[in-house]
């Protein structure tokens, strides 16, 4: 595929993908150059611009208030044209010049019940593609949703630094906003992954932690130090990524091979209980488009648990 081809994949998806209701006049990134929207990787661009969403479900164990609680997670990886001043989905990429770049982004949908009533959450990344002119992610976003009540939370880069914002219904955490070092997210991890051919980098980081791992332990968000090792077999790579200054490690199992599809993930916070999930099933699918009632078979060959 040449860069032409590639280019009328990119144009072709930002006018089928998801319209996105956001709106947001506060610049929260300068735009700094010119940057190819598309991956310089063929088997890449045809995999990722094609017009469709990867979409896979993994059997989630959680663990919460004690006790492993059964669950289920829906992985949405799909690319789309980003605004990088307004850190939203661009309505007309074609005209948003400079402003326009191509990002990955993942919608991570976790829903799991406890006793009588259920959580559901989803946490939304939004990470370049050209890694070399912008290294971090630009966007993450985590809503919590429960029985007691929901929080959210949203961090924006801007330069240097990450603008962090939280709402919430509980006292305790109340509503918060501060700035904080920009670095590596732990939230976007998967989608480095994905963009960098299965690759994270090993050594000592600064990473911030997962934003669902803040909530659920009190937490006050912040950078933290991390190491990150990798084990490799046959047909997998394992990626073991342990803090160094809070009880937390999270280990990641990653197809060894293209396109380094997430197979399995492990989180434990020191409390006997560790969170796991395992891949059930993936297909790649336009999902935006298929919202009939005949669509619903689709659900079925994702092994979704509810038809």
Same mark, same amino acid.
């Given at each position: 595929?040449?860069? %032409?081809?590639?280019?009328?994949?990119?144009?072709?998806?930002?006018?089928?993908?998801?319209?996105?209701?956001?709106?947001?006049?506060?610049?929260?990134?300068?735009?700094?150059?010119?940057?190819?929207?598309?991956?310089?990787?063929?088997?890449?661009?045809? =995999?990722?611009?094609? +017009?469709?969403?990867?979409?896979?479900?993994?059997?989630? %164990?959680?663990?919460? =208030?004690? &006790?492993?609680?059964?669950?289920?997670?829906?992985?949405?990886?799909?690319? &789309?044209?980003?605004?990088?001043?307004?850190?939203?989905?661009?309505?007309?990429?074609?005209?948003? *010049?400079?402003? #326009?770049? @191509?990002?990955?982004?993942?919608?991570?949908?976790?829903?799991? #019940?406890? *006793?009588?009533?259920?959580?559901?959450?989803?946490?939304?990344?939004?990470?370049?593609?050209?890694?070399?002119?912008?290294?971090?992610?630009?966007?993450?976003?985590?809503?919590?949703?429960?029985?007691?009540?929901?929080?959210?939370?949203?961090?924006?880069?801007?330069?240097?630094?990450?603008?962090?914002?939280?709402?919430? =219904?509980?006292?305790?955490?109340?509503?918060?906003?501060?700035?904080?070092?920009?670095?590596?997210?732990? $939230?976007?991890?998967?989608?480095?992954?994905?963009?960098?051919? +299965?690759?994270?980098? $090993? *050594? &000592?980081?600064?990473?911030?932690?997962?934003?669902?791992? #803040?909530?659920?332990?009190?937490?006050?968000?912040?950078?933290?130090?991390?190491?990150?090792?990798?084990?490799?077999?046959?047909?997998?790579?394992? =990626?073991?990524?342990?803090?160094? @200054?809070?009880?937390?490690?999270?280990?990641?199992?990653?197809?060894?091979?293209?396109?380094?599809?997430?197979?399995?993930?492990? $989180?434990?916070?020191?409390? *006997?209980?560790?969170?796991?999930?395992?891949?059930?099933?993936?297909?790649?699918?336009?999902?935006?488009?298929?919202?009939?009632?005949?669509?619903?078979?689709?659900?079925?060959?994702?092994?979704?648990?509810?038809?």
């Amino acid at each position: 595929m040449n860069t %032409k081809t590639a280019l009328l994949y990119l144009v072709l998806f930002s006018f089928i993908g998801c319209q996105s209701g956001q709106t947001n006049t506060t610049p929260q990134a300068s735009v700094k150059e010119v940057n190819n929207p598309i991956s310089e990787n063929d088997q890449f661009n045809k =995999y990722w611009y094609s +017009g469709k969403a990867e979409l896979s479900s993994y059997t989630l %164990k959680q663990a919460r =208030y004690g &006790e492993i609680r059964d669950g289920e997670v829906v992985l949405v990886f799909v690319t &789309e044209p980003f605004s990088l001043s307004k850190q939203v989905k661009l309505d007309n990429p074609q005209k948003a *010049g400079n402003d #326009n770049i @191509s990002v990955m982004k993942l919608n991570h949908v976790r829903k799991f #019940n406890t *006793g009588i009533y259920d959580y559901s959450i989803v946490t939304s990344t939004f990470t370049p593609i050209n890694t070399k002119n912008h290294p971090f992610t630009l966007k993450a976003s985590t809503s919590i949703q429960e029985w007691c009540g929901h929080t959210f939370t949203q961090l924006n880069l801007a330069d240097d630094t990450y603008n962090f914002k939280q709402f919430s =219904y509980f006292e305790a955490d109340g509503d918060a906003e501060k700035t904080i070092h920009a670095t590596y997210l732990e $939230e976007a991890l998967f989608t480095k992954i994905r963009i960098a051919k +299965g690759e994270l980098p $090993e *050594g &000592e980081i600064n990473l911030i932690p997962s934003t669902i791992y #803040n909530r659920f332990n009190y937490k006050k968000l912040d950078v933290e130090k991390a190491n990150i090792s990798k084990t490799t077999s046959e047909k997998t790579l394992t =990626y073991k990524i342990k803090y160094l @200054s809070i009880n937390r490690t999270l280990s990641i199992e990653v197809e060894k091979d293209f396109p380094y599809k997430i197979l399995s993930w492990t $989180e434990n916070d020191g409390t *006997g209980l560790t969170t796991t999930a395992k891949l059930k099933a993936s297909s790649n699918e336009p999902y935006w488009k298929q919202k009939k009632r005949s669509d619903q078979s689709k659900r079925k060959a994702l092994k979704l648990k509810y038809e």
